[in-house]
C-alpha cells in the first residue's frame, strides 16, 4: 500500500515563476511533513518542515502547505532558481519517528 | 561539525555473497536510519536504531539486518546478495525530541552482478 504519493514524476519551471510540488498521503497518523532535496550522487538534504497542528511554513522562497483534511502537502518555490532542479522527496514522520518518503518528483527550472 | 559518513562510497559484489555497509552518524545524533533508494521506488525506509536498540522496521526480507554500536555507528549487512539488492543505500542520522529533520550521508552504491 502507497501511503505517500506525489503523483508527478517530473515537473519543468521557467525560472523566476513559481514551482509548486504536491504531496498526498492516506493516513492522519503523522506529526511532522518534511521536504527534501536531492541531487544526484548526493544524500537528500532537508528543505523545510511543518508540524501537523500548522498549516503554513514559510522559509525565503519555500512554503509549505499542510491541508490536513485533504491530506495534501505540497511546497511552493518562488522564485524558482536554475539551483532549484533536483528530486524532490516529501517525508512524512510518525510520533515514533518513524519517516516515510514519497516517491519523489524531479524538478527541471529552465533558465 | 562532520556530516554522516557511509564506507565504502562504492562497492560491487557477485550474487549470494554477504555485504556489510558503514555509517558515523554526526556526533550527538543517537538515532541512525537506513533507506533504499532505487529507481522509480524512491527511498524504501529499512530500519531505525536509536541507543543500540532497532525502534523501527521496514518491509524488508530478513536477509536485511542491522546494528548500532554504544558509539551511535551502525553498520547494516545484506545476505545471500541478489541481482535485485543493487541500489544506493542511504544512512541519516538525527535528534530524537527536537528537531524532525535527518541528515544524510551520500550512500553507498551496491552493484551486485
Known amino acids: 500500500d502507497q501511503q505517500v504519493k506525489q503523483n508527478s514524476p517530473s515537473l519543468s519551471v521557467q525560472e523566476g515563476r513559481i514551482s509548486i510540488l504536491n504531496c498526498d498521503y492516506t493516513n492522519s497518523m503523522f506529526d511532522y511533513f518534511l521536504w527534501y532535496k536531492k541531487y544526484p550522487a548526493e544524500g537528500p538534504t532537508f528543505l523545510i518542515s511543518?508540524?501537523?497542528?500548522?498549516d503554513k511554513n514559510e522559509d525565503g522562497r519555500f512554503t509549505v502547505f499542510l491541508n490536513k483534511s485533504a491530506k495534501h502537502l505540497s511546497l511552493h518555490i518562488v522564485p524558482s532558481q536554475p539551483g532549484d532542479s533536483a528530486v524532490y522527496f516529501c517525508a512524512l514522520q510518525t510520533s515514533y519517528d518513524k519517516v516515510i518518503f514519497g516517491p519523489g518528483t524531479s524538478l527541471s527550472v529552465i533558465p | 561539525k562532520a556530516g554522516v559518513t557511509q564506507t565504502p562510497r562504492y562497492l560491487i559484489k557477485t550474487r549470494g555473497q554477504q555485504v556489510t555497509l558503514s555509517c558515523s552518524p554526526i556526533s550527538g545524533h543517537r538515532s541512525v536510519s537506513w533507506y533504499q533508494q532505487t529507481p522509480g521506488q524512491g527511498l524504501q525506509f529499512l530500519f531505525e536504531y536509536f541507543s543500540e536498540t532497532q525502534r523501527n522496521k521496514g518491509n524488508f526480507p530478513g536477509r536485511f539486518s542491522g546494528r548500532q554500536f554504544s558509539n551511535s555507528r551502525s553498520e547494516m549487512n545484506v545476505s545471500t546478495l541478489e541481482l535485485g539488492d543493487s541500489a544506493l543505500y542511504l544512512c541519516a542520522s538525527s535528534v530524537i525530541g527536537r528537531a524532525p529533520e535527518a541528515f544524510f550521508g551520500q550512500g553507498t552504491r551496491l552493484t551486485v552482478v
Open positions: 511543518i508540524s501537523s497542528i500548522k
